[in-house]
């Protein structure tokens, strides 16, 4: 057993628990591969917030079924919010599945390794910081959700929260930043709910204060974040603290209130608009990011123009938009009517698209001829990529060594970048 291969869908969260996941076993002498067919442990990490990323989910297990037949040896996991407490449907779906994982709880696959190498894995493992980290890259500080909203299935299968202490999260910061890691995402299904369930009296704010005093680290991010949780605390260390970059996603879900009170979202959109205002208020040149779900049971025509009205109010600079589909087991399935027509969600849909666009061309506009900071990340098809502080995507030219390779050097860099070309999805310019 000498090789691995993770699949990975869905959230940030997803995401950082692959990298965790892929720490353990290079920690066990497994190296990763790009395919799965070349890999002793195939994993593929799920995502079921949606119907179409569950169905890509169980289109790929399907899929690995031609290769277990290949490779009888080889092992296969699901983990991700595809399982949950109980397994017995997913193993009869899918029994070609040796490991089934709910979110974080590697124990299963790693015991089974453990057990094959002859090793006590235990003793060989310690911080699942990643161990070949991106510039970029995600720090887990609190998991699960108590909220229970509507539509949403993550309570039922990452948990109750719980939060990491600020210790811990900063040695592991430390770690990554001495592995060249140069800006960390802290991450949260309700990030700014961070430390709430612990008695030290920690909050959000407390982290990224300490977070900021970590060397060579230059940026921080977090996400992602609910209006019930946004304080002022939180807010004001987005505005004072230098390494905190000036961007926050806060999903609003809808514009009316009735339907955010059948989401059971605990606030009004009168007060979403409030947290909004004191935002952009107290930090300067801050961006915004929201979600929106639309079609969701009961909303009509006119409660759907009230989403498109605060769209247009507030002039987000993302909207993460998604037609809704009902999760079983949610109490929107249990207690709710699917009644919005699938022609309908994806016509309201498009409009909502439609119109960030327009929104989004115009705001991104205002940054022709700007010289903005870029974290340089990589290079494709000769161009560089990176975000603003603002979390704008950046591609940018750079002088080459006269072959046509730019300095290898960039990565990691804050590049001053003038931008000569902007979109709605991205700027383009060169380096200064």
């Known amino acids: 057993m000498q090789t691995y291969h993770i699949w990975t869908i869905g959230c940030q969260m997803n995401t950082a628990d692959s990298e965790r996941l892929g720490s353990a076993l290079e920690q066990l002498g497994l190296a990763p591969v790009d395919r799965p067919a070349d890999a002793d442990v195939v994993v593929l990490n799920s995502c079921v917030v949606r119907q179409s990323a569950e169905d890509k989910v169980t289109g790929t297990l399907n899929l690995t079924q031609p290769l277990r037949k ?113 800006e960390v995402t802290v991450l949260g299904q309700t990030v700014d709910a961070y430390g709430h369930d612990r008695d030290d009296g920690h909050d959000l704010a407390d982290l990224l204060a300490r977070l900021n005093d970590v060397d060579r680290l230059e940026r921080i991010r977090f996400l992602t974040s609910h209006p019930s949780y946004m304080s002022s605390r939180i807010i004001k260390s987005v505005a004072d603290l230098p390494k905190v970059c000036e961007h926050i996603n806060l999903p609003v879900q809808a514009g009316d209130d009735d339907v955010l009170r059948r989401m059971r979202r605990p606030y009004t959109t009168a007060e ?49 938009g998604a037609a809704y589909s009902t999760r079983p087991g949610t109490i929107a399935d249990r207690t709710m009517a699917d009644d919005v027509a699938p022609d309908d969600k994806r016509r309201r849909l498009k409009e909502l698209e439609i119109r960030q666009e327009s929104i989004l061309t115009e705001i991104n506009a205002h940054y022709m001829g700007r010289t903005v900071e870029v974290l340089a990340e990589n290079r494709k098809r000769g161009r560089w990529t990176g975000r603003t502080r603002g979390n704008k995507l950046v591609y940018f030219d750079a002088p080459d060594d006269g072959n046509g390779d730019a300095a290898a050097n960039l990565s990691g860099q804050l590049a001053a970048v003038t931008i000569d070309r902007t979109g709605p999805w991205s700027l383009g310019g060169s380096l200064q």
């Open 272 to 320: 979403y608009r409030t947290i909004i205002n004191e935002i952009r208020a107290t930090v300067p040149d801050v961006t915004v990011s929201t979600d929106v779900i639309v079609g969701f049971p009961g909303e009509t025509e006119a409660q759907f123009q009230n989403t498109l009205q605060l769209v247009d109010d507030l002039r987000f600079d993302k909207v993460h």
């Open 70 to 182: 290949k490779r009888p040896d080889s092992v296969l996991a699901l983990t991700g919010c595809m399982v949950g407490p109980r397994t017995d449907d997913l193993r009869r779906r899918f029994p070609h599945v040796d490991v089934f994982m709910r979110p974080q709880e590697f124990d299963p696959l790693l015991d089974l390794v453990g057990e094959r190498l002859g090793l006590d894995w235990q003793g060989c493992v310690g911080t699942l910081a990643p161990q070949q980290p991106d510039v970029a890259t995600y720090v887990p500080i609190i998991h699960g959700c108590d909220l229970m909203c509507t539509f949403c299935i993550i309570p039922y299968r990452r948990g109750r929260q719980a939060s990491r202490s600020v210790a811990d999260i900063a040695h592991e910061v430390e770690l990554l930043a001495a592995r060249g890691v140069r």
